[in-house]
């Protein structure tokens, strides 16, 4: 629901806190951690509102962590860079989609280049507008 513009805000009003809580509660839950990467890139990808929402829950803090801790998993880590680039200063802009953002802890992500809006697994839908969970 959170890549539906019209219904983006409304999910991201009851979503962020929700999936931050799931995130803290299960940490070691590389899938519960991969779910939450997705469902706050989607609810604030294009969406200022929803940034201002998951920047005053603190919502970098709970992602950052998760390129070290998960170091193992190609796909959460990558999925976890593009949310913390999209969870810095106008990243709902859509930069978190430029490959030349610096994420984490200073490098340079090369692979952001092969992924849109819903984690780069080549299903963009019409307009790339982010994933479905």
Known sequence: MACDNAKRLAVADDGIPLVLH???????????????????????????????????????????????????????VRIARRTVRCLQPDGWRGAADDPGVVVGGGEVDEEAADAGPQGGDGDEGEEGQGEED
């Open 22 to 76: 799931c995130m803290a509660f299960c940490p070691e839950d590389g899938m519960v951690q991969l779910t939450g990467c997705k469902a706050l890139y989607n609810c604030v990808y294009r969406c200022e509102a929803a940034h201002v929402m998951a920047t005053e829950e603190d919502a970098l803090a709970y992602v950052e962590p998760l390129l070290d801790a998960f170091s193992s998993d190609p796909d959460l």
